[in-house]
């Protein structure tokens, strides 16, 4: 069983940086894929962006390319989600999510295990 632990969420300004990360316990975290999802007060959880094992290949949703992308420390076991020119509209609980093959996928229902998401806020 895999257990993963958000960290690193907080308040910044629009227009700045955010970098969560998630720490992963368990498993085999080098042959895993994961996701990062969003959850916006009263809206569904959506997908925001996901990246293979071996760290080479990601995708994200079409409102954050360009601005987040998704490094991986498979040493570390460590995922991050890196979010630049945030917008009020970022504004969500993000939660990272693992899916125990090593293909990403943009499906919530394909992810085992998840986060206990992290608050992000984007406010002047």
């Known amino acids: 069983q895999v257990q993963l632990v958000e960290s690193g969420g907080g308040l910044v300004q629009p227009g700045g940086p955010l970098t969560p990360s998630c720490a992963a316990s368990g498993g085999t975290f080098s042959t895993y894929a994961m996701g990062w999802f969003r959850q916006a007060p009263g809206k569904e959880r959506e997908f925001v962006g996901s990246?293979?094992?071996?760290?080479?290949?990601?995708t994200y949703v079409d409102s954050v390319k360009g601005r987040f992308t998704i490094p991986r420390d498979n040493a570390k076991k460590s995922v991050f989600l890196q979010m630049n020119s945030l917008k009020p509209e970022d504004t969500a609980v993000y939660y990272c999510?693992?899916?125990?093959?090593?293909?990403?996928?943009?499906?919530?229902?394909?992810?085992?295990?998840w986060g206990q998401g992290t608050q992000d806020t984007v406010s002047s």
């Open positions: 999510a693992v899916r125990t093959t090593t293909y990403m996928s943009s499906r919530l229902t394909d992810f085992h295990s």
């Open positions: 990246i293979n094992a071996g760290g080479i290949i990601t």
